[in-house]
C-alpha cells in the first residue's frame, strides 16, 4: 500500500495531540515536575508536527521555525524530566545552546534551503544523541528496561532525523519536506512508532517514580520528615550488619521530650507539633552522615550513630541539650528538655532490636532519675 508522508505526519501529530490531553488525565493533579515535563514535551513535539505541516501551505518561514523551536524545546523538557528521575546528566549546557541556536540559525538562513535544512536537522540529531546519552549511568536507583527502550527511540529519531539533513544539504533529493524519498517515508513510520515505544518507556517510568513515593511515605514520618518506626527497624538492620562487618562501634539512643503532655495542655496540640519539629531539625542538625535518626512514635525518638562509641554519645547529647535548650527558648518561647537512654552494640549482639531494647531500659532510668538526663546501660 502506498504511504503518504503528509498523512502520516498528520496521524503523529493528531496522536501527539490526544496523548497530551490525556496523559494529565492519566497522572493527575499532584504529579512531580519530572511529570509535567514530560507533559509538556509531549505537547510541544505536537505542536511542532502541526506547525511544519501548516508552514507547507501558509507562512512558512514563521511556523517552520515555530516547529523547529517546538522540538527542540521538547527534548529540553524530556532532558529536564530525566535529571528529576536520574539525577544530573551531562552536556546541560551544551544542549542549552543548541535548544536556543536550533531555530536562531535556522530562521536567519531561512533563504538558503540547504544551510536551512542542514541546520535544523544536524543540530536536531545532536540534541536527540544528547537526550539518549542522559539515559545512561543514572544517579539515583532506575530500572533499565525503560531506559534502554527511551535511548533506542532516540537513537532511532537521530539517526533518520541526521540522514534527512544530510540529504537536505549535499544532494537535490530532498527538496521540500513533504518529498517521499525513502528515508523521509522510513523516518515518518520510525517517527510514529517512536512516538508510542517512548510514550510507554516515559509512563513506566512515571510509575516507578510514583510507587518510589509511596515506599518514601511507608517509611516517614509525617510531621517531622524523619524515617518513622518501620523505616528505622529496616534501615537500622543494615546499619548494624554493616557495623558487624567491618567491626565499627555503634551506639543506640532513645530519646523522649520531657514533659511533653504539658506542653500540649498548656500551649497547644500546634506548639507540641512545632516542638516536635524543631527536635527533629536538631537532631538532623548534629548527626553525621551516615547516622540514622527516626520518630519512633508520640515524643519519642531513636538514633543510632555509626563509628562511635560511649564517648560521643555522650558529646552527642551535650551538644544537642544545650542546642535544643537555645532553640526552643528563642524559637517557642519556653525551654524543651528530654531525656536519654544510650547503649553500645556488645560483642555478639546481632539483632537491632535487643540493642534498642537496651537504650530503652536505659532511657526509663533517666526517667526515674528526675528527666533531663542521658543514662548509659550497663
Not at 137 to 164: E, N
Not at 219 to 239: A, I, K, S, Y
Not at 310 to 316: I, V
Request: with cysteine.
Amino acid at each position: 500500500m502506498p504511504m503518504d508522508f503528509l498523512t502520516l505526519m498528520a496521524v503523529m501529530a493528531a496522536n501527539l495531540f490526544m496523548i497530551s490531553a490525556v496523559l494529565p488525565l492519566i497522572m493527575g493533579p499532584d504529579v512531580s515536575r519530572a511529570a509535567r515535563r514530560v507533559q509538556a514535551s509531549l505537547l510541544l513535539q505536537a505542536v511542532a508536527w502541526a506547525a511544519i505541516i501548516a508552514s507547507s501551505s501558509l507562512w512558512d518561514q514563521a511556523l517552520s521555525t515555530v516547529s523547529v523551536a517546538c522540538n527542540a524545546a521538547a527534548q529540553w523538557m524530556l532532558y529536564r524530566a530525566l535529571e528529576e528521575w536520574l539525577g544530573p546528566r551531562p552536556l546541560r549546557r551544551l544542549l542549552l545552546v543548541l535548544v536556543v541556536a536550533a531555530p536562531l540559525g535556522y530562521t536567519l538562513g531561512f533563504e538558503h534551503y540547504a544551510w536551512r535544512v542542514g541546520w535544523a536537522n544536524g543540530l536536531m540529531a545532536v540534541i536527540l544523541c544528547i537526550v539518549a546519552r542522559a539515559t545512561l549511568a543514572p544517579l539515583i536507583l532506575a530500572d533499565v528496561r525503560w531506559r534502554s527502550l527511551l535511548l533506542g527511540c532516540l537513537v532511532t529519531s537521530a539517526f533518520f532525523t541526521l540522514a534527512r539533513g544530510l540529504l537536505g544539504a549535499f544532494t537535490d533529493q530532498y527538496p521540500s519536506f513533504r518529498t517521499p524519498h525513502p528515508v523521509n517515508l522510513a523516518a515518518a513510520v520510525a517517527t510514529n512508532v517512536s512516538l508510542v515505544l517512548g510514550t510507554v518507556a516515559v509512563l513506566v517510568a512515571w510509575r516507578a517514580e510514583a510507587e518510589q513515593k509511596l515506599r518514601a511515605l511507608a517509611m516517614t514520618d509525617g510531621l517531622t520528615g524523619l524515617l518513622n518506626r518501620r523505616g528505622f527497624t529496616n534501615q537500622g538492620d543494615n546499619l548494624l550488619s554493616h557495623a558487624w562487618r567491618h567491626r565499627l562501634p555503634l551506639t543506640a539512643l532513645m530519646l523522649d521530650l520531657d514533659h511533653f503532655k504539658q506542653i500540649n495542655d498548656t500551649h497547644g496540640h500546634e506548639a507540641g507539633d512545632r516542638a516536635l519539629q524543631l527536635f527533629a531539625r536538631l537532631l538532623t542538625e548534629t548527626c553525621r552522615s551516615g547516622d540514622l535518626i527516626a520518630r519512633l512514635g508520640g515524643e519519642e525518638f531513636g538514633v543510632l550513630l555509626l563509628h562511635n562509641a560511649a564517648p560521643a554519645g555522650h558529646a552527642f547529647d551535650r551538644r544537642l541539650r544545650q542546642r535544643l535548650h537555645e532553640a526552643s527558648a528563642s524559637e517557642l518561647g519556653f525551654v524543651l528538655d528530654y531525656s536519654g537512654g544510650m547503649a553500645s552494640l556488645l560483642p555478639g549482639e546481632s539483632k537491632l532490636a535487643a540493642l534498642m531494647a537496651r537504650a530503652d531500659g536505659a532511657l526509663y532510668d533517666a526517667k526515674t532519675a528526675g528527666r533531663g538526663q542521658l543514662t548509659a546501660a550497663p
